[in-house]
Each structure stands twice: as structure tokens, then as C-alpha cells.
């Protein structure tokens, strides 16, 4: 069983910051699995799904999209099953469903998403 869950979405004014949690539970996920990676990505109605942010197992290799670099961070404390998004200088463009996004081995799994709306 696996489930991811994302919380610390809400609505905040142009400028604003928020930030992102997401904890995976369940037997498929291992705190010594170093195969998993974790990110971000979100997806407004109608729209694909974009990714937003990666990180890896170490915590220490992470990318970006060019849209949310240097607004952006995402960390992962030695828990190794929680990810973090920082979010700061946040814009109307950021109004999206966030979604929590694990890999591990090329299988992906996904939270339920969390909304982030910002008005300007």
C-alpha cells in the first residue's frame, strides 16, 4: 500500500509565500530506498500536468522548472519520506493543483493534490 499526502495549500495574495508538505506512508516506501525520488508538479483545469521541482534520495541534487527557479525550494529532511515546497514570491501563474510525485524504479505515484491560489 502506498499513499502520499500533501497538505499547506491555500489562498494568499500576489508576493506571498506558502509552503508545501507531502509524507509518504506505506509499505511500498523505505527510508533506505535509494531509488526514490521526490518532486512536485501541478496542473491547472484543462492544462497538463507540469513538473515543478525534484529532489533525490541524498536530499542534495534537485532541478527546477525555469518558471518557479529562484522563487522555489524543495527539501527533504533525513527522514527521507517527507518532501517540502517552499514557495516564495508567489504569483497569479502559480495557481495550480499541486501534486506530491514519488518514483521509484520508473513507477510514479501520486498524492491527491493540494490547491495553491493566488490572487493578485
Known amino acids: 500500500q502506498a499513499q502520499l499526502v500533501e497538505s499547506g495549500g491555500g489562498s494568499v495574495q500576489a508576493g506571498d509565500s506558502l509552503r508545501l508538505s507531502c509524507v509518504a506512508s506505506?509499505?511500498?516506501?523505505?527510508?533506505?530506498?535509494?531509488?526514490?525520488?521526490m518532486g512536485w508538479y501541478r496542473q491547472a483545469p484543462g492544462k497538463e500536468r507540469e513538473f515543478v521541482a525534484r529532489i533525490d534520495w541524498s536530499g542534495v541534487n534537485t532541478s527546477y522548472a525555469e518558471a518557479v527557479k529562484g522563487r522555489f525550494t524543495i527539501t527533504r529532511p533525513n527522514t527521507k519520506l517527507t518532501t517540502y515546497l517552499r514557495m516564495n514570491s508567489l504569483r497569479p501563474k502559480d495557481t495550480d493543483i499541486y501534486y506530491c510525485?514519488?518514483?521509484?524504479?520508473?513507477?510514479?505515484?501520486w498524492g491527491q493534490g493540494t490547491q495553491v491560489t493566488v490572487s493578485s
Open positions: 510525485s514519488v518514483k521509484i524504479r520508473e513507477v510514479d505515484y
Open positions: 506505506g509499505r511500498t516506501f523505505s527510508t533506505f530506498d535509494y531509488d526514490m525520488d
